[in-house]
Structure formats: C-alpha cells, structure tokens
C-alpha cells in the first residue's frame, strides 16, 4: 500500500493469539439489499435507510491454534507498526473455494485499502492450493460490505430466506463468488 511503510501482513501465529479479535468493530447498516433471480442470473438493488444506525459482530472465540500452519485454514492480520487493524480469516471448503469465513477492519481504517489487501491474501492463498475462486456470505442488511464485494470482483450467486429465522433483524443470507 503506498504511502503506508508500516502496514505488514502476516498470517496468525501464537504470539498474535491476543490481538486476533481487535479489528472487530461496528459497522453501520445504512439498507438493505433485494435480490432478484432472472433469467438465472442474480440482481440486486440497494434499499437505502432514511437513517443509518450501527451494529456488530461478537468476537470470535475459536481454537485460533487449528489456524496457525494449516494447509486448509488460515488467518492472516494486517498490522499498523504493532497495532492490529485487519482480519481476514479462510478455509478451504467442500466445493474447491476459499470461503471467507470473516473479514473486518478496524473504522479508523475503512476506505483506506486494507481490505484490498486483505482480499489478495486470500485469493494468493486460495490459489497456491489451486482453488476455484473465492466464496464468502453476508446478511442483506450489510450494504457497505455488499458494495465491497461488488468492488472486489464478486458476483451474487444465491440467497438463503431462512437462515437468519433466529434473527428479526435480516431477511436474508447473500452467497457471493469470485471465480479465479
């Protein structure tokens, strides 16, 4: 990343154990997306909010040590100098894609290409074990994520109606694709 000397990428590892979770911030819900299913392709539209609010994720708690070395899992940080600013965690699934199972990046560092970076990790990653492409999910009401997958290259490929049942607050379960 130009202009940024100090920002590295290295994958998880036992001393990085304690900061894996601190780019896990909120994010705002700004809509949602309506998908459409047409002549088989995937649509979609924007529904914009008359007010944004924010929201977050839990952190994570996994047995972090079945990613360090792994040749199916990975979890690599970006770190500012010592401060850990980016997540973005992928296994190797049943399909012969890379699901990303999560990506966050701390707000302070929004919009600043981190999460690009962050993307290329994981598509270097899928490709040394010569995966198909990249797959990931997303709940409809996270448009900003949305429009970065978009921007990152991946199509919507399907939707699932009934996966967030235990959740008032989504609609919908978005599956995204980036074929390689």
């Known amino acids: 990343m130009e202009g940024a000397p100090n920002i590295s990428i290295k994958a998880l590892d036992e001393y990085s154990l304690n900061v894996v979770n601190e780019a896990n911030e909120p994010f705002s819900v700004i809509g949602k997306i309506v998908p459409n299913f047409c002549n088989e392709v995937w649509t979609y539209e924007e529904q914009l909010y008359e007010k944004a609010h924010e929201t977050s994720f839990p952190d994570d708690s996994l047995d972090w040590y079945e990613y360090i070395g792994s040749e199916t899992k990975a979890v690599f940080l970006v770190f500012d100098e010592e401060n850990c600013i980016g997540q973005i965690r992928v296994v190797k699934d049943w399909n012969r894609f890379a699901y990303i199972e999560n990506i966050a990046v701390q707000k302070a560092y929004r919009n600043s290409g981190i999460g690009h970076l962050l993307m290329e ?53 978005l599956y995204w694709y980036k074929i390689f």
Do not use: H
């Open 121 to 173: 990790v994981a598509e270097t990653w899928a490709k040394e074990r010569s995966l198909l492409g990249l797959s990931l999910e997303a709940q409809n009401d996270n448009v900003i994520a949305c429009r970065f997958y978009a921007k990152e290259g991946f199509a919507l490929g399907g939707v699932d109606t009934i996966k967030q049942t235990g959740n008032p607050n989504i609609d919908m379960t």
